[in-house]
Nanobody
Framework: QVQLVESGGGLVQAGGSLSLSCAAS????????MAWFRQAPGKEREIVAA????????YYADSVKGRFTISRDNAKNTVFLQMNSLKPEDTAVYYC?????????????????WGQGTQVTVSS
């Protein structure tokens, strides 16, 4: 059973930075795409960023391009999200997600494994 545990959320002022981490256990995820999603109150969950198993390919939502960076360390079974120039509209619960192994993996999904989420709050 794959388990994903996020950490690093918190409260930050607009313009500040936060770094999220997602540690996986249960199996190595070095062969699957991983992603960060977020869900703000009253809104649907949306993909923020995704990264291929090798780290060679990434995807970013338009709203975070140039401000967020996704990366991974397969040796540590961990994926990261560096968030800079944060805005109040970035406030949400951020979730880590991973795909099941499959021959063709699209960065936009589907994703089958999910963490419990970590709260990010950006004050104005």
């Amino acid at each position: 059973q794959v388990q994903l545990v996020e950490s690093g959320g918190g409260l930050v002022q607009a313009g500040g930075s936060l770094s999220l981490s997602c540690a996986a256990s249960g199996r190595s995820l070095s062969d699957v795409a991983m992603a960060w999603f977020r869900q703000a109150p009253g809104k649907e969950r949306e993909i923020v960023a995704a990264i291929s198993w090798s780290g060679d390919s990434t995807y970013y939502a338009d709203s975070v391009k140039g401000r967020f960076t996704i990366s991974r360390d397969n040796a540590k079974n961990t994926v990261f999200l560096q968030m800079n120039s944060l805005k109040p509209e970035d406030t949400a619960v951020y979730y880590c997600a991973a795909q099941r192994p499959r021959r063709v993996q699209f960065l936009t999904g589907p994703y089958e494994y999910w963490g419990q989420g970590t709260q990010v709050t950006v004050s104005s």
